[in-house]
């Protein structure tokens, strides 16, 4: 399986460092608290575009320079999804409830696999990828070159 994750060029000189998990673990997310460590990606690469322009201010993406990065693993790697009864009342507004980022840092404590599947909150029936680069099993892992990457101007007037 693939996980795509589009950042602005800056975060991503190599494809490793673009899943680095950074950012989440400066300013926490949907299913981490500040101070611990997740990369956020997705499934699909369109799903990414769709996260990064729910995300982030549209002004800054215009004629910002992105990256598209992509991280595979192999497929007898153990992948956790996120079972039903994690995606309590109101998972999806923003900010987002508690009990969300418990489940993921819990996740990461307890150190259970390196890639969790969750729910997209922007589309319900599509996927996000977290990875844990702290787990055993991230060494795993491959990345990919980060690729140039531009929205349609018509997404980012």
Not at 29 to 39: F, H
């Amino acid at each position: 399986m693939d996980a795509w994750r589009i950042t602005f060029a800056r975060h991503a000189p190599d494809g490793r460092r673009a899943f680095s998990g950074e950012g989440a673990r400066l300013y926490g997310g949907r299913w981490n608290s500040k101070g611990v460590t997740v990369a956020y990606a997705s499934a699909t690469l369109s799903l990414a575009a769709l996260e990064l322009l729910t995300h982030a201010e549209q002004r800054f993406l215009a004629d910002a320079p992105l990256a598209a990065c992509r991280a595979t693993w192999p497929d007898d790697l153990e992948v956790e999804t996120a079972p039903a009864s994690v995606y309590v009342r109101g998972w999806r507004q923003s900010p987002a409830p508690a009990a969300l980022a418990a489940f993921g840092d819990r996740w990461v404590a307890e150190r259970r696999t390196a890639v969790l599947l969750v729910r997209s909150a922007v589309i319900p029936a599509e996927q996000n990828v977290l990875l844990n680069p702290a787990h055993p099993d991230a060494a795993r892992l491959a990345y990919g070159a980060p690729e140039p990457f531009s929205f349609d101007p018509r997404l980012v007037r």
